[in-house]
């Protein structure tokens, strides 16, 4: 697999490109290494009832199912903003004005849907340690009722837009949100919703998809196809400052999430992570806290080696995608 690394287009997102540059690089080959497979929830409900699987399987399967899917948003969530970093940075090379305002629009709208599904993720789970450990250890006093974490990593991972002829059949989980409540949530977190506006002109057919290419003259004006570079260059002087933030916006809610993982003792180390200052985000500072007060990283119990057997051969039933 091809490294990516954002450590070059520093020149366009500021110094945290090269701060979370080779961080990010150096974490993807240990974090894509991970297989997922979750159950069909009606197999677990079969091998309960028949006794193949007590409380304690039944618990020990949510918990792992909750942070499984809290690793595949983390790592999928890293990924496809290096990637929009990087075709966007293309486009910037390039001089491609529709080009590059279109990745980087696309850019922000990704930021927004993971500040939505995930920069609360990190504390969540961090706060909600010691019973997600419990219950990989052999928690059977009752059922943890894991729901609204579930929910909200399935609606991440899974949710699309859904046609008329589909509405009232398909999960609310599985329903993406408008793209401008994305957005939304882009600004709630200080995030560039400005710059967004202009590149929405551009990539709209609407005046700024067109006006970028006049060249004023004596009394008018002609069409120049080569002004890409300085309408780029307009825009990014303009937005600079919010063009710096987008490393940090784009990464630490995917970051903080493998880090708080890593003292459930399920995932491949991520060494890089143990003194990244993650720009100072206030976010991890409560993190932090908290996984400093927080019990012994686990080591791979038996229940949880029961469990990773049967999850190669389910009772009862298949995997399934959710």
């Known amino acids: ?39 069909n929830n ?13 409380m304690s399987e039944v618990n020990a399967i949510s918990v792992m ?21 990087e075709a966007t940075w293309r486009e910037y090379e390039a001089g491609n004005l529709l080009g590059w305002a279109a990745c980087c629009r696309s850019l922000l709208e990704a930021i927004g849907d993971t500040i939505d599904g ?11 340690m010691p019973i997600l450990q419990q219950g990989l250890t052999g928690f059977d006093d009752q059922w943890l009722n894991l729901k609204e974490l579930e929910d909200k990593l399935i609606h991440f991972s899974h949710a699309r837009k859904v046609g008329k002829a589909e509405q009232g059949t398909v999960p609310a989980t599985h329903v993406a949100q408008q793209t401008a409540n994305y957005i939304a949530f882009l600004e709630s977190a200080g995030g560039p919703t400005k710059l967004y506006a202009e590149l929405c002109q551009i990539g709209h057919p ?15 004006f002609r069409i120049d196809p ?3 570079a300085e309408a780029i260059r307009g825009i990014v002087e303009r937005h600079v400052d919010e063009l710096h933030m987008l490393p940090s916006l784009a990464f630490n809610p995917g970051l903080f999430i493998l880090r708080v993982l890593v ?50 051969t389910p009772p009862g039933g298949v995997f399934v995608e959710r």
Request: aromatic fraction near 12%; proline fraction near 5%; charged fraction near 20%.
């Open 1 to 39: 697999m091809k490294p990516i690394d954002i450590s070059n287009t520093q020149h366009l997102f500021g110094p945290s490109a090269t701060i979370y540059g080779p961080t990010v690089a150096s974490i993807i080959p240990r974090i894509t290494s991970v297989e997922y497979r979750f159950w």
């Open 42 to 54: 009606d197999s677990i409900v079969s091998a309960f009832e028949t006794g193949k699987i007590g």
């Open 65 to 85: 199912e909750i942070l499984f899917s809290a690793h595949l948003a983390a790592s999928s969530s890293i990924i496809r903003s290096a990637r929009w970093f």
């Open 118 to 128: 995930l920069l609360a993720m990190g504390k969540t789970l961090a706060y909600q």
């Open 206 to 220: 609407a005046r700024g998809s067109l006006s970028w290419m006049y060249a004023d003259i004596d009394g008018g």
């Open 226 to 228: 080569d002004r890409d």
């Open 263 to 312: 003292k459930f003792g399920l995932f491949p180390h991520v060494p890089e992570l143990e003194d990244f200052s993650f720009q100072g985000a206030k976010g991890w500072d409560d993190i932090k806290s908290i996984l400093a007060k927080s019990p012994e990283t686990l080591s791979c119990n038996v229940l949880v080696e029961k469990i990773r057997r049967l999850t190669i």
